[in-house]
């Protein structure tokens, strides 16, 4: 079976998903990295067809969701995204989450630890406030749209710097996801940088999976995962920047697994 698109509907505007219905058990949903879209968890999706059904959700400002208002706070974003999963008559799954998804989804399980059975969290963004207003200060709000076209340019520009090699299937779709997504861009980095991450992981109460590329930019901020979370499970993957969704799959895909292998064993003996 293929994945599919289709749209659910909360009280502030229409949600776009990616949906792979095939396996059983608990499902797993997906919560993508700024500025990407749904899009980049079609790799996994693929290799995970059989497993349990999958669903993969864009968040409001990005892909093919609605459009926010105003400046969201990060429990605007996750209540957004649990209203979505009722109306999908989803009461409870699993969710592998991507860098600012990682903020979502773990808002997401402080909210209603019901509904989130665990977390797997790619590219933790665990920083002090003093860290979090220098990466604030690092990355500049994105340019708007100009009569001479310059912000395509700048935004290329922007996005390219963030390959070690320009990737000619990989670039451009992150290149489209932020020209879509300038407001959006602004809005959510906004709201991760007021976000004290560190606190709100030290609150939930699900099983954990950290995991981190070993070149990610976050990396040198990870071991401080496992010294405060001994109890998560906590992996440093392969090679891949801000793309192990797509550039390091069969590794991710393989954590996962027998992390969810695990998780069944301890909650469905």
Partial sequence: ??????????????????????????????????????????PMMTMMADDRPLFAFD??????????DGMPKMTDYAGWMLEALKALDLPSVHIFAH??????????????????????LNGIAYLTANERGQFQKMMSHPKPPDAAGDYLKTTWKTISGLFSDFDPELTPIEYWGALRAL?????IHTAIWQDDYRHMLARVTCPILAMCAKDDLLRPYFDRVK???????????????FFSPELDTARIVKEVRDFLEHVDKRWNP
Avoid: C
């Avoid at 968040?59 to 926010?68: C, V």
């Avoid at 001994?230 to 891949?240: H, L, Y």
């Fill in 1 to 42: 079976m293929t994945i599919k698109k289709a749209y659910v509907d909360i009280a502030a505007g229409q949600i776009h998903y990616r949906i792979r219905p095939g396996g059983s058990g608990l499902p797993l949903a997906f919560y993508h990295r700024t500025p990407a879209s749904s899009a980049s968890f079609e």
């Fill in 59 to 68: 968040t409001p400002g990005f892909g093919q969701s609605f459009n926010p």
């Fill in 99 to 120: 860098h600012t998804g990682t903020h979502i989804a773990t808002e997401m399980a402080l909210l209603e630890p019901q509904s989130v059975t665990s977390l797997m």
């Fill in 183 to 187: 407001d959006g861009r602004r809005q």
């Fill in 227 to 241: 010294q405060d979370r001994p109890d998560a499970k906590w992996v440093v993957t392969g090679a891949a920047r």
